[in-house]
């Protein structure tokens, strides 16, 4: 018997980022974890504010979607959210790990596992768009040597692939990607069922149900 | 399927900006998004204070204009609002995209999108006047390189259209505003329809309510 | 139709006050909103601790004298407030500008709008007493400049008024005051009407009405 | 008509305390406030961060006391505090305007006015306890120059006044205290009135009205 | 008729500790106040971030061991306490006044005073270990000038005890202790009377409390 | 009679780290307590921000699998937590003492002792696995010399081995281990007795209580 989650899930919330330094390029493993709380978010690992930046967008543009992901916007403020990015006592920074956040949040959110051969690197828009990054060429190379098969870019980083020496594009399926929905698709081992939300009705639902009408409430929210 | 907005609702709470660095002008993209949540505003994108504390304007003045945008304002209460800055890891700074994050955030208040090859700079008063800004050529430059048809500008700047090049001048339609009512009249695609509001009678509603007064509630407020 | 308050309700929360930097005097205009909330008090306007400390200090004076403005203390925590100094790029920091938030913050809780061509200076204490200034001459220099037609300074600065040349003198209508309610008696385009408050009557009221006694809620404080 | 309060009651919450900095001795005017509240303290007057322990010291020994002024325990919950320092522009520092912020705060908790022609100084402990300070001789230049007739000073300083000016000796009535006790009995100008306080009591009865009981609320409280 | 409490009550929460400084040691006066409140914890006396934390874990522990002290764990969320460290100006730090904050907190919580003739040195553990301190000579020659009769001193330094000098063995009666227990038995003029507890009955009390469950609530936790 | 836990209980929460710094190798006492609260994490003994994080990761991580441990995970709603490192003047940082936050953490929840005579070193992840840390050699030697018997390293610091003295190896037992789950089984002296927990069901029934449909509410979670 073994304490925390069986290997196949220990996926889920576990996705492999990647880092560039002045030393080089780098696997970055970023882990999530949702626990019963009050819809707050914590952030570990000796993260730079700009690295703690992209984890806010992440999680706002992930709530915005939410309904999509088969979420009620609404549970967020039953959860608390946990990222955390070993080791601990190496200093990280920058927003290349939006991408990568957001799949690690939307796996934890919907219990769907993240495939473990897949790597990521890119910034995330608020509207969920894939942003270009720096260091690519460290990035990959880096992602060789870890083991990754599959590497996924910005759309706008794809012009920099030219100056790549050919072990790393023969090595790697590098997929260029312009949006999140597109890494979901690729990075997530199944697809979300998304929800109807309808703000309105669900705030008169609560309403009523406050007021003692439950008939009414579910013929509001039915 | 594709998570995230469509194109064209992609538009929503997106206004395109105008920066000037100490290397030239250049175009800057705003983003907001309203979620579900308690009135907390989150900002991102490494602004500095003085950005920070116009988006703190912008709100509070958009929440004293909200009737007028169909929006009630005890609805705040009930949203959490981020606006975000990419690209994550350049420093911004500046009051000069004050009339953008008005723009931005009525936008994302009454669901109405903002026409896409507009740009706009000035700094927003708590009155929703247009004050000057600095570097006005530089960002008609980048505007101009930038693909923007239309750029409103703060009528008090009108006067340092005379020191432009005349193919900036023929190539954008550049417009002098007062008012941020003169801003939402051309950038939003529709008018927000007004509401009826009057603080007291609310009030009282929800203290007749609170009573469970259901009759006297629906007769104050109706 | 504009958005925002029309041309003479614009005067409202709208206050004009006196800078004085080491380039000289200047025109700060202090601008004030009222916003249904939870009684938070928001500064913006790049503002030293000094000034910020001004601002708690004209509030709370406010605050204690509620009833004389026809407001009771218990709406102040119904109401979010926000003052801001334009322009945000430019730091302004001192107590000076203290007879200037009472006048603001006071206008906007009433609603009555502040006469347009008056400005002022002077510190305020926690009992209202307009406290004496520095720079007093190129502050009223800057007023002359700006159009000012009456400055209302601190009695104390009084005697400062010897050393300023006769074109100001005749140029701005100066009037010394002690307090202020001097200077609300003159800012404003007309007098607050008080209201009475009883504390403990009111505390008591509230009390009954918790305990759905309505109709002990009523005789206690009719 | 003025706003504000009438002169007398002006000396509610108003003491005279006494600075010691490096150009001399100073009278340093210290002003309270208590309005309808949450039983929050704030603290204005550019004050350092002794200064602000040493009203929370204050703060904390009065609220011990409280029952012995008239004032229940729970009041403070229902009230918030503002105590300023003016100028507000002049930094301030140190423990020994203890006494002096004591007797503010038991001035505005109970309405009983301050004695206008006295100054205290004198740090004070969390019991109530005068203890000595530095500067003495400084500081009752300060008051004869200021026109106080009566200072109270610690008695561990009375030591002090062998090297002090005849014409000091002379001018001020200096008068030796060991604890608050005696320093409320000389600057209010009347005593408290006790009330009987029982925590336990209170509680048993704040349950009984929580559970619908007001019957046994009133006997077990009475 | 005096203001706080009478002498004798004086003692409660007063507890003599000993500072080491780069000058010798000294006496420090320790002062703690139990106030009706929320379960907040406040902290003055220009006190360093290694006392405030001793004063944390002190309090923790303190909190863990509250039945033995005939105090309801719940009751401290009904209460705030201050501790406070005279003199207010002079800069304070260090863990080795653990035992001292013990001693003060128990002593304001169940309303024993504390022996007036002893002192007392030793870090405290959030198991109630007495820890070894440094400085012993010159606070144990501290305590000796100022009257102290009878001084605690952690076990683990009964071997500094050698390089005293014979006037300071024989002027103190030097205590060694290995835990807070030992330090209550003979700093409490008297022992406090434990009383039982269990959370889980407590809890299962109040839920039926809040069911409106009366009779169940008595016979759960009667 | 001993106030506090006895000696065998004196074991809840105790957990031996070992530290590495620049004068060798050293044992770190790790000690956390529970407390009747509000879901509060308190952390003292001069830690840097590094072990801070490694406490809130370990906290974390035994939130996500409270339910193998017997506790629901809407308990931690109902305690504080208060992890000290003494002694609390010295400071310390790293990641490396993770494994044995997590011991600590699920002793003082569980109420399991933990084996006196093991130490331990190792960053965890926030899915509980064991990761390499630094200073193996002078952690070893401190573990001997300290009297520790069995030590449980990280499994990727097996490697680290081969240059470690004969006598080290010979004097203690070294158990490598890659994840929490070997720790718990080696370190406690008893396995945890693990409860069903099912989110929604809890949800419901706690929906279904607050509707004071006490019949539904004991079938839904029954
Ligand atoms: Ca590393
Ligand atoms: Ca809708
Ligand atoms: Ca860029
Ligand atoms: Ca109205
Ligand atoms: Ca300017
Ligand atoms: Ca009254
Ligand atoms: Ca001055
Ligand atoms: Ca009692
Ligand atoms: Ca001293
Ligand atoms: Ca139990
Ligand atoms: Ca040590
Ligand atoms: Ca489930």
């Given at each position: ?143 060789l040597r ?65 007021k003692g ?10």
């Amino acid at each position: 018997y073994r304490y925390g989650l069986a290997e196949d899930e220990h996926q889920i919330g576990v996705v492999t980022g990647l880092a560039y330094t002045s030393v080089g390029g780098d696997l970055l493993q970023i882990e999530a974890l949702r626990l019963p709380g009050k819809g707050r978010m914590k952030t570990t690992g000796k993260l730079g504010d700009v690295m703690k930046e992209s984890i806010d967008a992440a999680s706002s543009y992930v709530r915005s979607i939410s309904p999509q992901l088969g979420v009620k916007p609404t549970k967020f403020e039953k959860w608390d959210m946990h990222v955390h990015v070993p080791d601990g006592a190496t200093p990280k920074d920058g927003p290349s790990a939006g991408l990568a956040m957001v799949t690690s949040i939307v796996s934890v959110l919907t219990g769907i596992p993240v495939r473990k051969d897949i790597a990521m690197t890119g910034e995330v828009s608020l509207r969920g768009n894939a942003m270009p990054i720096g260091g690519l060429k460290e990035k990959l190379l880096a992602a060789l040597r870890g083991g990754v098969k599959t590497v996924l870019i910005p759309k706008e980083n794809e012009k920099d692939l030219a100056e790549l020496p050919d072990n790393v594009k023969n090595g790697l399926e590098i997929i260029p990607v312009e949006h999140v929905s597109e890494v979901l698709k690729l990075a997530l081992i199944r697809e979300p069922v998304p929800i109807d939300w309808d703000e309105d009705a669900e705030e008169a639902a609560a309403q009523a149900l406050a007021k003692g009408d439950s008939a009414n409430a579910a013929a509001v929210a039915h």
